[in-house]
């Protein structure tokens, strides 16, 4: 079994920052890409930021500048720094990784189950 555990969201005043982390647990032999979506209410949920094993990443063009995303695969965790929010960045936000459980396994997807980021006064 496999466990994405997602920490660190919040109420944060507009302008204000939050960092976001994202462990994977459990029977792992690889994580190819880890990565960061939202979802607003009455929104489909959309990619945000994108980290590969060998640290390329991508962001979405309404984060670029404002929130960095890192890794640390020692720990198969993944980190998400949000800076200069704003209130349209109010979501709850899922980690999302791609990995093999074994050498010979086809690549899974697995999701954590969450954190809600609020960005008002």
């Known amino acids: 079994q496999v466990r994405v555990v997602e920490s660190g969201g919040g109420l944060v005043q507009p302008g204000g920052s939050l960092r976001l982390s994202c462990t994977a647990s459990?029977?792992?032999?690889?994580?190819?890409?880890m990565g960061w979506y939202r979802q607003a209410p009455g929104k489909e949920r959309e990619l945000v930021a994108a980290?590969?094993?060998?640290?390329?990443?991508n962001y979405a063009d309404s984060v670029k500048g404002r929130f960095t995303i890192s890794r640390d695969n020692a720990k198969n965790t993944v980190y998400l720094q949000m800076n200069s929010l704003k209130p349209e960045d109010t979501a709850v936000y899922y980690c999302?990784?791609?990995?093999?459980?074994?050498?010979?396994?086809?690549?899974?997807?697995?999701w954590g189950q969450g954190t809600q980021v609020t960005v008002s006064s």
């Open positions: 980290i590969t094993s060998g640290g390329s990443t």
């Open positions: 999302n990784a791609d990995l093999r459980s074994r050498s010979y396994y086809a690549t899974t997807s697995h």
């Open positions: 459990g029977r792992i032999f690889s994580i190819n890409t």
